[in-house]
């Protein structure tokens, strides 16, 4: 790739901060980044956590290990994600762990494996905190591969039809885009290239221009470039909301296809 991937640029941000904001968006406990020892991460949101990898190379599972130890007592179950899937888009976060829980009528699962694009995605997929210890055991026995783990659980898989069945994520990514990993230079260039997510900007009370009273569509990555786009600027002046979920004041939290975001100002949202 030539630079870490964590630190690539995205459209005014960076991969692994996309990322972390993009699952942010949909869990309801805390986002563990897990770095390899000596590892420079780029800036992050003050509420994510980091962990450390103790010994590199060991590849996802161990990586996985030190994200479920550090939730140990926290959350019930855990959605995996690697840094270099910046089109990922939150409904696909959402129907993954959903199906973990059972919501697709078949009953609770120990993990939901993503199957698509004629690959398996074990570093795409939900993962029940329990599983701490299994990973544990084959970490000492230096059984590396996620396919080890995944041959001692209780697995859903779903197939490109099953994750689609979810009308949120079929309107949101009919393409599976969520799996689209970016594996050397090219595949990033590509990506960085293509436009940005469309987005739908709705502006309230004074912010509003006159005359316009339906949202407009943007191409933006962030929340700032979607102020950006319609000529707002971000201060502490406006308040922001994703699809009627406010968010904190921070200017690069991530958009995703089809969202909406709605600017008012502070006074008028009290």
């Known amino acids: 790739m030539g630079s870490p991937k964590a630190l690539l640029p995205w459209h005014g941000s960076t991969l692994l901060r996309r990322v972390v904001g993009l699952v942010g968006r949909v869990v309801d406990g805390p986002v563990v980044v897990v770095r390899a020892p000596d590892q420079v991460l780029p800036a992050l949101p003050a509420d994510v956590e980091v962990a450390e990898d103790p010994v590199e190379g060991r590849g996802p599972l161990a990586g996985l290990h030190a994200g479920l130890t550090a939730l140990d007592g926290r959350a019930e179950a855990v959605y ?76 859903r898989r779903l197939d490109e039809a099953a994750l689609l069945h979810d009308p949120a994520l079929r309107t ?61 600027e971000l201060d502490r002046h406006v308040v922001a909301a994703v699809d009627g979920d406010r968010i904190s004041g921070d200017p690069d939290v991530p958009l995703a296809g089809g969202e909406t975001v709605s600017f008012l100002s502070a006074e008028a949202g009290g």
């Not at 762990?97 to 993503?114: E, I, K, S, T, Y």
Request: hydrophobic content about 45%; aromatic content about 4%.
């Open 172 to 232: 949101a990514d009919p393409t599976l885009a969520s799996l689209r990993n970016l594996n050397g230079r090219e595949d990033y260039e590509r990506a960085h290239a293509e436009p940005e997510p469309a987005v739908s900007v709705a502006r309230f009370g004074t912010l509003r221009p006159v005359g316009v009273r339906a949202p407009v569509e943007v191409l933006a990555s962030s929340v700032a470039r979607a102020a950006a786009a319609v000529g707002l």
């Open 80 to 155: 995996l994600s690697a840094v270099d899937v910046p089109l990922l888009h939150p409904a696909f976060v959402r129907r993954v762990l959903g199906a973990l829980d059972g919501d697709d009528g078949q009953g609770p699962a120990d993990a939901v494996l993503p199957e698509a694009h004629g690959h398996r995605h074990p570093l795409a997929a939900a993962y029940r905190t329990a599983v701490a210890a299994r990973v544990a055991a084959l970490l000492e026995q230096d059984r590396l591969r996620p396919a080890y783990l995944l041959d001692q659980l209780d697995v």
